[in-house]
């Protein structure tokens, strides 16, 4: 990927940046706490990292955070891993996720859509009043601070109640979505041991109703910690036995007792996607979520009471949890619950017009199967509110941002991010006072000293090298559950810098302070001494038109050669005859690089994902240098293990 786009896609205009929220945050900390009152965002950037301590502490003054008990300092111990952040300090996320209830009862907090696509409000002191009747049931049914409660649940308003009631009681969150079978969500609950369970009996996803009450009832039967389940009749099915009702639970009038835990105090489990073994259970502190999503939602996503917030995604995945602090900002949050492209691709474009979203985010991959479908989203909705467009999941690739730019409009901050589960936060993204570059993320977060690494630790400008964090982040993970003296949490990020968190992505800083993000860091194609990220061959060969999706592998081989084959997954209608594969070949010898030509194209039945909608890469590299299917991949967690057969067989046959 080329680092030459010296004309931007898109810049905000002085009006724009007059408005942010971060420029008046940047006044505000130079009157108060000394930060650079000119230089814009990268002289507040620089400050923010040279000046950690300080910089968070304005964060919590400006976001006027209440601590219970004061903090001593911003950071005790420093170093990673293992930073403590404002030691004995307490608070309560939940607390803070339902302030604006006393400011606006009436007006909504969330917005439920289904795949009817009718939105559904429910209101600030609505969803005030079922957080304090549940917290209060949980307290009643013996859930203590720091016992674990587990949701089997869709992206509905009963999760969010059930998330926010868990944190007022000062419990531990976590949750899967419901297209996750047992084995995968056993493979996640079993290792937090969680005493409470809500769940539903199914869900609706392209148009089907999914029953789901077998899998309850393994997982009750798994779950030998569970003291109760509680059952939410989304197919308006009975209770089973045993099992209390969503509605009994949700029904009083109790005022929510938030209860004021450590900073430190676990607030949720997330988990790694688990492709290679046991996923990690990953777990974030209700003060570090706290600060870290006011930063990320209310600087550099600009959100406020006056803002709607639309992400699609599943219970199942961190920008879930994400997408629930939204509330910390006093902003409405627009939850679907249904497929991402039913009853057409460009379903998501409908709900963001229906629902009136004024920040709108996605997967990189919907926006380039809307391009290819040949989706037009502002001709077909009225999409004016939409203040920015978002992605993650993997990079936007150039062709994407043109895309948006053309389709939506030209007057449309396109925010490319990048973070992970780890941090449950972006380290490079949106900020709405840059202009966008095609191709590229806008900058490095506030806070986040992220740099790209060469292998000895050296930092590079405007090369490839590994991302890296040199400082702590309040979401960094306290500890990994189940992980007594921390070895897993320390393999996992900082053994090959010590005390810097390596996060295993490909990265370019350019000399003008944006990011280009290049794929996984450990699915490297090194063709010769030359690396590439496999982002950047997707990019290029799923602009055919004939391409629906790749998947490239670079094997080392016993003998010291190297060997790429490119998997394509066609189009219907399309065939790999000799004009497509010259085009293939053409298309990376032009547009990257001829050693990264791949040694041979191979057509797929298709691409295997994570249940996230990740392509699995390392997993399918092993499975073709012969390592045996059960050891390569963890069955659970991909989302058609039937596909996985295909590179089994084209292993054995190699061999």
Same mark, same amino acid.
């Given at each position: ?264 105090? !676990? ?129 936007? !690739? !150039? ?257």
């Amino acid at each position: 990927m080329s680092t030459a786009n010296p004309q931007p896609l898109w810049q905000p205009d002085p009006e724009r940046i007059a408005k942010a929220r971060i420029t008046r945050f940047q006044a505000w900390a130079s009157a108060h706490h000394g930060a650079p009152a000119e230089g814009g965002y990268p002289a507040l950037h620089r400050w923010s990292v040279d000046q950690l301590d300080t910089f968070w502490k304005a964060v919590t003054e400006w976001f006027d955070v209440r601590f219970s008990t004061p903090c001593t300092r911003v950071l005790g111990d420093r170093g990673m891993p293992g930073a403590q952040w404002f030691p004995g300090a307490t608070l309560n996320y939940a607390e803070h996720a339902l302030r604006a209830a006393a400011d606006r009862p009436g007006e909504p907090a969330l917005v439920h859509v289904d795949e009817t696509h009718e939105p559904q409000p429910v209101t600030w002191s609505e969803l005030r009043r079922q957080v304090g009747s549940l917290a209060a049931e949980l307290r009643a049914l013996g859930v203590r601070p720091g016992d674990r409660i587990s949701g089997y649940l869709p992206n509905v308003p009963q999760a969010v109640v059930a998330l926010l009631a868990t944190a007022a009681v000062g419990a531990v969150w976590t949750s899967c979505a419901p297209d996750f079978g047992a084995r995968s969500v056993l493979d996640r609950f079993q290792q937090v041991e969680p005493v409470v369970l809500f769940t539903v009996d199914g869900y609706r996803y392209g148009g089907k109703e999914h029953d789901r009450r077998e899998i309850v009832g393994e997982l009750r039967r798994e779950l030998p910690t569970l003291r109760a389940v509680v059952h939410i009749p989304l197919l308006g099915t009975e209770a089973p036995d045993g099992a209390l009702d969503w509605s009994a639970l949700t029904s009083g009038n109790a005022e929510p007792v938030f209860e004021q835990v450590p900073f430190e105090h !676990p607030l949720w489990v997330l988990y790694s996607s688990g492709t290679t073994g046991l996923p990690k259970a990953i777990v974030q502190s209700q003060g570090g979520i706290l600060l870290e999503h006011l930063k990320q939602l209310g600087l550099h996503c600009d959100l406020g009471p006056e803002d709607r917030f639309f992400w699609y995604t599943s219970t199942g995945w961190m920008m879930w949890n994400f997408l629930v602090s939204g509330l910390l900002t006093g902003t409405t949050i627009v939850l679907y619950d249904g497929s991402p492209g039913y009853p057409d691709t460009g379903a998501q474009w409908r709900i963001a017009d229906r629902t009136g979203a004024t920040l709108y985010g996605t997967s990189a991959a919907y926006v380039m199967a809307c391009r290819k479908a040949g989706v037009h989203p502002a001709r077909d909705h009225d999409l004016s509110k939409i203040q920015c467009v978002a992605t993650t999941g993997s990079p936007l !690739p !150039p062709d994407g941002f043109r895309w948006l730019h053309d389709e939506v409009r030209e007057d449309l901050w396109i925010a490319s991010v990048s973070g992970g589960t780890d941090v449950c936060s972006c380290f490079a993204g949106a900020v709405p006072t840059l202009p966008v570059h095609t191709g590229e993320l806008q900058a490095p977060g506030l806070g986040t000293d992220l740099q790209s690494w060469d292998p000895s630790g050296k930092p590079l400008v405007d090369e490839v090298g590994e991302l890296v964090v040199t400082n702590p982040m309040p979401s960094m993970p306290i500890h990994f559950w189940n992980d007594p003296d921390g070895s897993r949490y320390h393999d996992s990020y900082f053994d090959t810098y010590p005390g810097v968190w390596r996060h295993g992505d490909w990265i370019t800083l350019t000399s003008r302070g944006t990011v280009i993000i290049h794929g996984r860091s450990d699915s490297t194609l090194n063709r010769q001494g030359v690396r590439m990220g496999s982002a950047d061959i997707y990019e290029v060969v799923e602009r055919l038109p004939e391409i629906k999706e790749s998947l490239v592998i670079g094997i080392e081989q016993p003998d010291g050669g190297y060997w790429m084959p490119l998997f394509v997954h066609l189009a219907p209608g399309s065939a790999l005859d000799e004009a497509l594969l010259n085009r293939i070949k053409q298309a990376i010898r032009e547009q990257l690089s001829p050693r990264h030509v791949p040694d041979e194209v191979i057509e797929v039945p298709g691409i295997p994902h994570t249940l996230t909608g990740k392509r699995i890469e390392v997993p399918v590299k092993r499975l073709l240098q012969g390592t045996p299917l059960e050891k390569a991949v963890n069955p659970g967690s991909i989302d058609n293990l039937a596909l996985l057969g295909f590179y089994e067989e084209l292993a054995r046959k190699r061999a």
